[in-house]
Every structure is written in structure tokens, then in C-alpha cells.
């Protein structure tokens, strides 16, 4: 079986999460009933050690691999993403995306695993980012509110 290139764009700021649906070659939806699922993002193709993100089979709406009838749903959640993202870039000045490489490897019930899917796998900086007001303060200067950070925000 020759892998599918599919490549995946994911932001620091916001989980990935994308449903794919797959058919039999006559066209009627893949059963994945049984199947268990693995995937690892890597800077490298073979590259030694522990991958940047190891997602395994769930069967809940958490971060990893799920299967339905005829779906399968591959989440990697925000925290997870930023924390890959902020370990390559750092603190540069000028963010730019992280191109990794993935696979996903399939493996029937009573089969061998196969690698399905492959390809870049890019996190982008993203632009929003939560920054939770825990803080109003009120004034006769004016409002402003004070963030989880420390950053003061004025209100007109």
C-alpha cells in the first residue's frame, strides 16, 4: 500500500482536530470497527528519540485517534501544539512555522499495521491567543483590567 501525502497545517493558538472519511475501492465506506491507530510527528523522517507529538487510539473526544463508522478523527490539542511550537522557536522575535513530517499507521483487526497517511506537518504561530482577564479594576481615571500575564488593558 502506498501511503497517502496529505499535508496538515496546525496552529499553536487552537487544537487541530480533522475528520477524514475513507472509501473502499468500490467506492462504499471503510469499516474501521477493530482498527487502532498510532501517529508521531517528527522534526525528520527516522529521526531518533521521542517525537515531538506520539498520538495513540481514543475512544472519547481527548487528543489522539478516534474511529467511527466510516471515519476516523485525528485531535491534537492546543497546549500540546503550543508546547512543541514554543520549544523550536523560542523566543525569536520574528515567529515563523515549524515544518515537522508525520505518518499514521493503521493496523487492522488480526493484520499487520500499515502506514496510511504521510507527509509535512506545519504549526504556525497563529495570532489570537487567550489571555483571560482575571482582574477589573475600577477608577475614577478611568477602567482597565489586569491579565493573567500582567498586562494592563484601559478601557475608554
Same mark, same amino acid.
Given at each position: 500500500?502506498?501511503p497517502?501525502?496529505?499535508?496538515?497545517?496546525?496552529?499553536?493558538?487552537?487544537?487541530?482536530a480533522e475528520?477524514?472519511?475513507?472509501?473502499d475501492d468500490?467506492g462504499?465506506?471503510?469499516?474501521?470497527?477493530?482498527y487502532?491507530g498510532?501517529?508521531?510527528? @517528527?522534526?525528520?523522517?527516522?529521526?531518533?528519540?521521542?517525537?515531538?507529538? !506520539?498520538? !495513540?487510539?481514543?475512544?472519547d473526544s !481527548?487528543?489522539?485517534i @478516534?474511529?467511527?463508522a466510516?471515519s476516523?478523527?485525528?485531535?491534537?490539542?492546543e497546549?500540546?501544539?503550543?508546547?512543541?511550537?514554543?520549544?523550536?522557536?523560542?523566543?525569536?522575535? @520574528?515567529?515563523?512555522?515549524a515544518?515537522l513530517?508525520?505518518?499514521l499507521?493503521?493496523?487492522?483487526?488480526g493484520?499487520?499495521?500499515?502506514?496510511?497517511?504521510?507527509g509535512?506537518?506545519l504549526?504556525?504561530?497563529?495570532?489570537?491567543?487567550?489571555?483571560?482577564?482575571?482582574?477589573?479594576v475600577?477608577?475614577?481615571a478611568?477602567?482597565?483590567?489586569?491579565?493573567?500575564a500582567?498586562d494592563i488593558?484601559?478601557?475608554?
Open positions: 500500500m502506498t497517502a501525502d496529505e499535508p496538515i497545517t496546525a496552529y499553536r493558538n487552537a487544537p487541530f475528520a477524514f472519511q475513507v472509501v468500490d462504499s465506506a471503510m469499516d474501521f470497527t477493530g487502532a498510532a501517529m508521531q510527528v @517528527r522534526l525528520y523522517g527516522g529521526q531518533a528519540g521521542s517525537a515531538q507529538i !506520539s498520538l !495513540s487510539t481514543v475512544t !481527548s487528543q489522539g @478516534r474511529f467511527d466510516d476516523l478523527f485525528i485531535q491534537v490539542d497546549a500540546t501544539l503550543a508546547t512543541v511550537y514554543d520549544g523550536l522557536v523560542g523566543s525569536n522575535e @520574528r515567529p515563523w512555522t515544518e513530517v508525520y505518518d499507521v493503521l493496523t487492522p483487526p493484520s499487520l499495521q500499515e502506514i496510511w497517511i504521510e509535512d506537518f504549526i504556525a504561530p497563529g495570532v489570537t491567543v487567550s489571555d483571560p482577564i482575571t482582574t477589573a475600577l477608577t475614577e478611568g477602567d482597565y483590567l489586569v491579565t493573567e500582567g488593558l484601559l478601557q475608554e
